[in-house]
């Protein structure tokens, strides 16, 4: 069985665990405590050399970063496709995913979140004014990209879930946390109601993980 070393609250755990579900993959899962500063330890060092999360180990092998794992999974367990078939479909669902990946997570993980609390003296309102700052840019972003494609049927791309889906579930779930306002976001909150709905989805909801709460 695959080990999926997470954190609960962490959206790239949170992403990778909903694509774990839909693949209808079976995991151990092992809890690494960011709030606790676990992965900064010697003993998670030598799982994973970036201490971030996730980490899957599939047959002794570690993989890291979650888009890499989200398209390792995607190529060996191909059904149900999360991809779409065609390259232009594929390249369409892909800038999705990368805006959250590239241009929103990034900027907004635990370590900046940090660098600009300690170097800057900025409070909580500090640090919430500027996740918000690239959450805004992001999702106004998602928002004119879903608003323009008229073949959408309740998802990112077409009628059913794909990787970008993944990643816009978790990452408004951690714009939330930082009160972000999501109200402006007609289309992504259709998005988000239609996953939620989908067991894979509620299955790989933080609030539902053994490290919840804890």
Same mark, same amino acid.
């Given at each position: ?66 888009? @890499? !794992?989200?398209?390792? %999974? ?11 078939? =065609? *390259?232009?479909?594929? $390249? ?48 106004? @972003? !998602?928002?004119?990209? %879903? ?11 077409? =009628? *059913?879930?794909?990787? $970008? ?50």
């Amino acid at each position: 069985m695959m080990k999926l070393y997470n954190f609960h609250a962490s959206s790239t755990s949170y992403r990778t665990r909903i694509v774990l579900n839909l693949k209808g993959l079976e995991y151990e899962y092992i809890s690494i405590r960011l709030d606790r500063g676990e992965h900064l330890g010697f003993s998670y060092g030598e799982i994973n050399p970036m201490r971030g999360v996730p980490t899957l180990e599939v047959d002794g092998v570690r993989l890291y970063q979650s888009p @890499a !794992i989200i398209e390792y %999974l995607e190529e060996l367990y191909p059904d149900p496709p999360l991809l779409p078939q =065609d *390259a232009l479909g594929r $390249a369409q669902v892909r800038a999705l995913a990368s805006i959250v990946g590239s241009d929103m997570h990034p900027v907004n993980n635990l370590r900046i979140r940090n660098f600009v609390r300690d170097t800057y003296k900025q409070d909580a309102d500090g640090v919430a004014a500027w996740i918000g700052l690239w959450n805004q840019a992001g999702f106004s @972003a !998602i928002e004119t990209m %879903l608003r323009a494609d008229k073949y959408r049927k309740g998802f990112c791309y077409s =009628d *059913a879930p794909t990787i $970008a889906d993944a990643y816009l579930v978790a990452h408004a779930f951690s714009a939330v946390r930082f009160k972000t306002d999501m109200s402006p976001y007609t289309e992504i909150n259709a998005v988000i109601a239609n996953c939620n709905a989908l067991k894979p989805f509620a299955d790989a909801h933080p609030s539902k993980q053994p490290d919840a709460g804890g």
